[in-house]
């Protein structure tokens, strides 16, 4: 197992670069007053398109009107919220409004396919049924999904939201030496990440695991740096050393090199 994916729970998701993402899902209130908005604008398109079908078929015969009515009442619950969502990659007009989004179970957008799932089902649990098997459903599972979702492999997610920063890792006295002095060179985003994850659920895992995933990283990791931290150090101290040093390097080569530029542009020439 790659140590980027060490530690990700099963309720994360995970980007390409295996770096878990916490990504809320949408609480049921949302859920229910997008599902609302939803079902109005269906509605309210549907109303529409069978006004226009009487109008149309007023002279007709049976068969044709059944199949023109039939046609509208398709276009409004399976054409219109599958064609939106496909075309907004998971954005209804209630989501929307409310700030949600659907997207795969591995967080990537929905596509055709799992539009059409969601709209098809959504004929049964929500035109039906008034929606009431989709709240029973949502207060069910864990990621709050209703029937459409199970099915599509899909969830809905808070899209306004701060994003959770993890803070950073603090120097370990005893290592402030030989971090300092080190040949420590920057580590791949990924790793770096995976590593700042590591520390800070690191109180949260079981003993075994913490161990584990500390040794794989710290051998990771330690592939950038030069020479190695003294005998007997913890995996965790010389992972936060790495991560705490490798900071206040890049911090002050910014301020370097933004004072660099003050030198040689200096605010009159911007100007």
């Known amino acids: 197992m790659d140590s980027a994916t060490l530690g990700v729970g099963e309720d994360d998701l995970v980007t390409g670069e295996a770096v878990a993402l916490d990504l809320p899902a949408a609480g049921l209130g949302m859920r229910v007053l997008s599902g609302a908005l939803d079902l ?29 009515f039939l046609t509208a009442t398709v276009a409004a619950m399976v054409v219109l919220p599958t064609t939106v969502e496909t075309l907004t990659r998971g954005r209804s007009l209630g989501k929307a409004a409310t700030g949600l989004r659907t997207v795969r179970d591995d967080a990537g957008p929905i596509s055709f396919r799992h539009a059409l799932t969601r709209a098809l089902i959504g004929v049964v649990e929500l035109w039906m049924f008034s929606g009431v098997p989709a709240v029973v459903c949502a207060v069910a599972t864990s990621r709050g999904k209703r029937f459409g979702d199970l099915a599509a492999g899909t969830y809905v997610v808070r899209e306004r939201v701060r994003p959770q920063l993890l803070a950073p890792p603090q120097m370990p006295w005893q290592l402030a030496s030989w971090a300092t002095t080190a040949d420590l ?45 003294p005998p007997g150090s913890h995996p965790e101290a010389v992972l936060a050393a790495v991560l705490a040093d490798r900071r206040r390097r890049d911090t002050e080569r910014l301020w370097r090199e933004d004072q660099l530029r003050r030198r040689l542009m200096p605010p009159e020439t911007l100007a």
């Open 185 to 229: 060179a920057a580590l791949p985003d990924h790793l770096a990440m995976a590593t700042r994850q590591f520390l800070a659920r690191a109180g949260q895992m079981s003993t075994a695991a913490r161990t584990q995933i500390g040794q794989e990283l710290l051998t990771d990791v330690m592939r950038y740096a030069a020479p190695p931290p």
């Open 40 to 68: 109005l604008l269906g509605g309210v398109v549907l109303i529409a398109l069978l006004w226009l079908a009487m109008l149309l078929t007023s002279e007709a015969d049976d068969a044709v009107v059944a199949t023109i």
